[in-house]
């Protein structure tokens, strides 16, 4: 039975119910019980009757809590993947969402697995640039009653993004061994930003000029379950380089987050001819901004 339909349930089993007692009652009667014992089994009949529409109704009604619950997880995730993404520029900064549930259970995941980004210069491959970052997500699992489907709530389902317009973050429902809903930053972006003059040895030097951002994420203390807050820690630009001329070929090898331990592979690479106005004929300055979240839970 659907949730929505628990209003017309009970009438239904006590008209049921009413009509079976009757026929009983009549029954009874003209195989000469005494009245004590008719009235003890049809008391007993209604009572179980009440008890089987009341369990009925209590799992309806809690099928229907755990399944709210867990609509409201997505909105704290999303939530939270806003709060981060705001702050990234913003060393020191800080945010919460609060959250009160009693089925869904919040998890921070250390999932042990990584994703690399790697530069090459295919004229020169000995001019690289590689940038290992941990994979660590934000779960939260739904009560026993609740049923999903794979799906991509927030940011897309990429590891490697090449326009301004694409967020870091993503958010998924995911049913593998229980429902989740789950928040991560396994992307890197890379972006192509135009070119600069750099004023070297004298005289002026055209760049191509690349920007690459990826969220570091870790996790604090846990001192309660009734709020997750993210805290930038600081912002890590010391993988920046410059490469010579040439055509790059970029790549990001990491995992898709829909897996129950996460560990499906996953890879995708570019080259720079993808990037409008980049002239390979320059070379090329590579700004990388890791960018350093820290994830805890709070309570009251």
């Given amino acids: 039975m659907r ?5 017309s349930y009970l009438p239904a089993v006590f008209h049921i119910t009413t009509e079976r007692l009757r026929t009983m009652s009549r029954k009874l009667y003209v195989k000469g019980m005494s009245p004590v014992i008719t009235t003890i089994i049809l008391a007993s009949t209604i009572l179980a009757c009440v008890l089987t529409a009341y369990m009925q109704m ?3 009604l809690m099928a229907q809590s755990q399944h709210l619950e867990f609509q409201q997880a997505r909105r704290v995730l999303t939530s939270l993947a806003d709060i981060i993404e705001n702050s990234i520029y913003t060393p020191g900064s800080s945010g919460y969402v609060k959250f009160e ?7 921070l995941v250390r999932t ?5 980004l790697q530069i090459v210069n295919l004229q ?4 690289n640039l590689t940038v290992t970052i941990p994979i660590n997500v934000v779960e939260m699992v739904g009560g026993f009653l609740v049923n999903t489907h794979h799906e991509v709530l927030l940011g897309n389902s990429s590891i490697l993004a ?3 317009l694409d967020r870091l973050a993503r958010v998924q429902a995911i049913q593998s061994n229980g429902p989740k809903m789950v928040l ?3 992307k890197f972006k890379v972006v192509y930003t135009g070119r600069a003059y750099l004023y070297e040895d004298g005289s002026y030097n055209e760049y191509n000029v690349i920007e690459v951002s990826v969220v570091k994420v870790s996790f604090g203390q846990v001192r309660g379950v009734e709020s997750l807050v993210a805290k930038n820690i600081g912002v890590d630009s010391s993988y920046s380089t410059r490469f010579s001329n040439g055509t790059l070929q970029i790549r990001v090898d990491g995992y898709e987050i829909v897996a129950d331990d996460y560990s499906v592979s996953r890879s995708e690479s570019i080259t720079s001819d993808v990037f409008q106005g980049f002239d390979p004929s320059l070379p090329t300055i ?5 960018f350093q979240v820290e994830i805890s839970m709070e309570g009251l």
Avoid: C, Q, W
């Fill in 58 to 60: 209590t799992g309806v």
């Fill in 3 to 7: 949730p929505e339909n628990h209003k």
């Fill in 124 to 127: 020169d491959p000995d001019d």
């Fill in 162 to 164: 090449i326009s301004p």
């Fill in 286 to 290: 590579i700004y990388v901004y890791v």
């Fill in 112 to 116: 042990g697995l990584t994703m690399t």
């Fill in 101 to 107: 549930y009693t089925s869904t259970r919040p998890n």
């Fill in 184 to 186: 991560d930053f396994a």
